[in-house]
Nanobody, 118 residues
């Protein structure tokens, strides 16, 4: 059974930084796309950043230039480096990973809270 375990969330002041990690396990196949979504209270879940196994990345406009996604495929791990954090970045951050043959299935982590507040 595929499991994704996130870590690294917490409380940070505006302008600060955090690094999220997500480790995947339990898949019989390699992980294809991995990445991060977030959901703020009362809002829909939205894309933050994703990365293919080959390193092609995609970012939400709101985080471009501030967040960086990276992967360690050998460790089935995806990271999200978040800099210049703003109060509007406050949300639960969810890791996702796509895997499976012949059809990719998207799996989700349990989420980690990021709060940006002074």
């Amino acid at each position: 059974q595929v499991q994704l375990v996130e870590s690294g969330g917490g409380l940070v002041q505006p302008g600060g930084s955090l690094r999220l990690s997500c480790v995947g396990s339990g898949s019989m196949f390699s992980f294809n796309a991995m990445g991060w979504y977030r959901q703020a209270p009362g809002k829909q879940r939205e894309l933050v950043a994703t990365s293919t196994s080959g390193g092609i990345t995609n970012y939400a406009d709101s985080v471009k230039g501030r967040f960086t996604i990276s992967r360690d495929n050998a460790k089935n791990t995806v990271y999200l480096e978040m800099n210049s954090l703003k109060p509007e970045d406050t949300a639960v951050y969810f890791c996702h990973a796509d895997t499976g043959v012949p059809r990719l299935v998207r799996y989700w982590g349990q989420g980690t809270q990021v709060t940006v507040s002074s």
